[in-house]
């Protein structure tokens, strides 16, 4: 059984920054698949990042070049750093792990930009 606990969701300006965290408990976390995802209301949940074991980071289109995902294999832990927000990312975001073709996903935190 893998648990994960998100934390670093927020409210910010448009401009600003945060980060978040996602810790995970009871899996081999260095092979396992990495990844944010993120829903709107109304809308479907899209994939933002992903990083699997030994491979680079894919990132959403809207993301790119403000986006960073990263992971602590040694924490057990992935992170979002997230620069230059727009309110068009306001959104509940998920973490999600995927080990041994079962997916995990966090409990979600809300990210809120304002104009």
């Known amino acids: 059984q893998v648990q994960l606990v998100e934390s670093g969701g927020g409210l910010v300006q448009a401009g600003g920054s945060l980060r978040l965290s996602c810790a995970a408990s009871?899996?081999?976390?260095?092979?396992?698949?990495v990844g944010w995802y993120r829903q709107a209301p109304g809308k479907q949940r899209e994939l933002v990042a992903k990083?699997?074991?030994?491979?680079?980071?894919n990132y959403a289109d809207s993301v790119k070049g403000r986006f960073t995902i990263s992971r602590d294999n040694a924490k057990k832990t992935v992170y979002l750093q997230m620069n230059s927000l727009k309110p068009e990312d306001t959104a509940v975001y998920y973490c999600?792990?995927?080990?041994?073709?079962?997916?995990?996903w966090g409990q979600g935190t809300q990210v809120t930009v304002s104009s």
């Open positions: 999600n792990v995927g080990i041994f073709r079962i997916d995990y």
């Open positions: 990083i699997i074991s030994g491979g680079s980071p």
């Open positions: 009871g899996s081999p976390f260095s092979i396992a698949a």
